[in-house]
């Protein structure tokens, strides 16, 4: 069947599996290691933009979504992998409880957001995902179920945290959950004239619970990296309501040449010159703050049939003016745009040997995918490389094992890790025979 | 509802409702084969709000074990407010033409064990005097195709002694529900190529059998569009739908 992930590119031929139960899994990982040599890996709610869940067999965790317990005074919860975080949102949130780490949309499932180690609006604060993991069970290749935690098998834990499934197939996770008392969030907004002032209030603004900014990517000259910062607060006061189903459907794929440089020009700046309140506090729901784009239904589609790239890229920093000019003004110039540009300075990096997230500036820019971009990505993986930057493997769908390697210093200690577990025989994705992992 | 009895509590569609109720906080017991299943469920349905979850083993195949299961049930719960039957099997149509010994097999399953729990629950809740029963057949059961018109009898049957059920127990002040999902993307349809409009997941079908039950409903179309399909399907005239390759 043929298989893509959220940013429809690459497509592949897979076989899917769908276990029902941890036995199936263990029977389904023994008959794999005897029949076929080729790649597998645990793939949750296919969330992830490129390849790093495409494999030749793909082991969907979609019926492992069961919960396990939860402890109200630790405010802990035990879960099968297969949970999505919005059906945890979903029961959490009326009785008080947030996640402690949220990524752009509530539909990716707990293992998922582990080996992913995903991060949200709150890093600079509170960590990523990974950060809250109190325990968790990993299938490894020999069919042993292992339990690993920042103090029991910590290489594994921290290998497996940001590992991107290449350790093994995490089975349940402990998290820990954050107590809010309302379901609204006080947002309040900025606007920055170029780079130099958004990072101005980034600065001013670093004891904000949740901060993020929007970027015009197409503004050139003294208007380079104007954008609209958005910081947000739990409010102490309101009801406990749950997130919203509803949602707009996308059912078909938009034809592509809607989103040219003119239409995307436009939007960058109708967007931008929206009136806001600057400063002044508002109230709005967790979904339009943390989930805007969940509200609506396959929104990748937008990019057409052929689907879209999303280059997230961090930078430290010291280096992060020049290298954001440098990236911006390439990407004008070659007459590429990005609908939806995010911009988020991070907090400290973490133990996890692949996890993305270190101090410095992040941008997510979408390319709709066409033959001519993978020259002006190379152009940008250039730019990074020469900055001491990297690229988020959730997002990656076509760097170079050389650009990998560059920005990922742990990588040779995962490469060992793999071995000495036999992950490397039977844990495979796409992405990872492309980083040579 | 308060205390829920469900049947075939590892199905897809089971486990979806019994979460709902779970929300509620019902009392659920949950019978199924499957102990090691049921045991993960007691811990998912205490999570998410049930107000206590008891289970135990019943291969409803077993007719034999039917009656001493349901009265452990029935004891445990005290009043039963629903009783929700949601095992079955989908039977290769070739197989079942070629074998059919096999065929009766399914029939088993899908028919024989659930007229049999109808036919024990029948007295059971007629005594209460108040209660649903609701059972989980089929679209398929609506009218025979040749593409599947084993696994359409065998669903089919039960939706016509429902109705007999219906009437029956109606001066007793039990209800009985027919419910029959469409396409539905689970374990049972593993083997099925899917994709299109028309399929839909335990989740959404869970939402229209819980809220067709709350309001009463005799037969249930999970998801409600179902009931305008058949109703076009139905209708077509036998000389055109005998050559249709539905």
């Known amino acids: 069947m043929q298989v893509h992930s959220w940013g429809r590119f690459p497509k592949t031929d897979s076989k899917i599996v769908r276990p029902q139960s941890l036995a199936q899994v263990q029977e389904l990982l023994a008959a794999h290691q005897q029949l076929e040599p080729s790649g597998l890996i645990a793939r949750g709610c296919g969330r992830s933009y490129g390849d790093s869940a495409l494999a030749s067999t793909l082991v969907c965790t979609g019926l492992l979504d069961h919960f396990i317990s939860f402890d109200e005074d630790k405010a802990e919860v035990k879960c099968a992998a297969g949970v999505s975080l919005s059906s945890l949102l979903e029961h959490f949130v009326p009785r008080g409880f947030f996640l402690p780490v949220v990524p752009g949309t509530r539909f990716v499932s707990l293992g998922g957001a582990i080996a992913s180690d995903v991060h949200g609006k709150n890093h600079h604060i509170d960590g990523s995902f990974g950060a809250h993991v109190k325990e968790l069970s990993l299938l490894l290749a020999n069919g042993e179920l292992i339990s690993c935690s920042p103090t029991h098998n910590a290489d594994l834990f921290h290998a497996t945290c940001g590992g991107m499934g290449l350790t093994g197939i995490i089975v349940d996770a402990t998290i820990s959950l954050k107590p809010i008392s309302s379901s609204c969030i006080e947002q309040r907004s900025f606007k920055a004239q170029n780079l130099s002032e958004i990072f101005a209030l980034f600065d001013e603004y670093k004891d904000a619970s949740y901060s993020v900014a929007w970027l015009d990517c197409l503004a050139k000259n003294e208007h380079l990296g104007r954008s609209i910062l958005y910081i947000g607060e739990h409010a102490e006061r309101g009801a406990l309501d749950a997130i919203k189903r509803s949602k707009l459907p996308i059912p078909i794929d938009a034809p592509s040449f809607m989103l040219n440089r003119y239409t995307m020009g436009a939007f960058n700046k109708l967007y931008f010159h929206k009136p806001i309140k600057e400063g002044s506090k508002q109230i709005i729901g967790l979904q339009p703050f943390f989930f805007p784009l969940d509200s609506i239904e396959s929104w990748n589609r937008l990019y057409g049939k052929n689907g879209f790239v999303q280059y997230q890229f961090l930078v430290p920093t010291d280096a992060a003016k020049d290298a954001i000019e440098k990236v911006l003004n390439t990407t004008r110039n070659a007459g590429k745009g990005s609908f939806l540009s995010v911009l988020k300075k991070f907090g400290p990096a973490n133990k996890n040997w692949l996890s993305f997230p270190k101090p410095g500036y992040t941008i997510a820019l979408d390319f709709k995918w066409e033959p001519s971009l993978e020259a002006v990505l190379r152009e940008l993986d250039a730019i990074i490389i020469d900055h001491g930057g990297r690229l988020y493997l959730t997002k990656d769908a076509r760097m170079s094992e050389q650009m990998f390697k560059a920005g990922y210093e742990n990588w040779n200690k995962f490469v060992q890790l793999r071995q000495e577990t036999g992950a490397d025989k039977v844990f495979n994705s796409l992405q990872s025979r492309r980083l040579g992992l | ?246």
């Open chain 2, 1 to 246: 509802m308060q205390n829920i009895l469900i049947i075939g509590a590892n199905s897809a569609i089971a486990k979806a409702c019994a979460r709902h109720y779970a929300a509620a906080a019902c009392h659920l017991y949950l019978l199924g084969r499957d102990k090691r299943k049921l045991e993960i469920q007691e811990g998912d349905l205490s999570v998410r709000g049930a107000k206590k979850v008891d289970l135990a083993v019943l291969d409803s195949d077993s007719l034999d074990e039917q009656q001493s299961a349901l009265e452990q049930a029935k004891k445990t719960l005290g009043v039963i407010d629903l009783v929700l039957i949601c095992h079955g099997v989908l039977p290769d149509q070739q197989r079942c033409e070629n074998d059919f010994s096999y065929a009766l097999q399914q029939f088993h399953t899908n028919t024989t064990s659930t007229l049999s729990l109808l036919n024990l629950l029948a007295p059971m809740m007629s005594e209460q005097g108040k209660g649903t029963i609701a059972v989980i057949t089929s679209v398929a059961g609506d009218r025979g195709r040749q593409s599947n018109y084993y696994y359409g009898a065998s669903k089919g049957a039960v939706s016509i002694f429902i109705q007999g059920l219906r009437g029956k127990l109606f001066s007793k002040g039990i209800s009985v529900i027919d419910i029959k999902p469409g396409f539905v993307d689970t374990p049972m349809t593993n083997e099925i190529e899917k994709g299109g409009p028309l399929w839909s997941t335990p989740e959404r079908v869970a939402q229209s059998i819980t809220k067709g039950i709350d309001k009463g409903k005799p037969c249930i179309y999970a998801p409600g569009y179902w009931r305008y399909i058949l109703l076009v399907v139905r209708l077509v005239p036998e000389f055109i739908f005998k050559r249709l390759k539905l």
